[in-house]
């Protein structure tokens, strides 16, 4: 996936959405319903396309984690 070489606008749109460029979106094969994960890095908003977890695996790694205790 080609990594933009210059920063891209990205505007807050009505009632705090983001909205994301035609071009980025189409690079990184976001559509409407696409989860993202954002975080706080010092003054900079960082986000990434969430990974598809299935619940099956989240809860047994869960259950791992509370018998390791």
């Known amino acids: 996936m080609a990594q933009p070489r210059t920063p891209t606008t990205v505007r807050v749109g009505p009632q705090g959405r983001l909205v994301i460029p035609v071009a980025l979106r189409k690079t990184l094969r976001v559509e409407a319903g696409t989860e ?27 259950r791992r984690e509370e018998a390791r205790r």
């Open 36 to 62: 993202l994960m954002a975080r706080l890095e010092g003054e900079q908003l960082v986000a990434h396309i969430a990974k598809e977890v299935s619940l099956a695996d989240q809860l047994l790694a869960e």
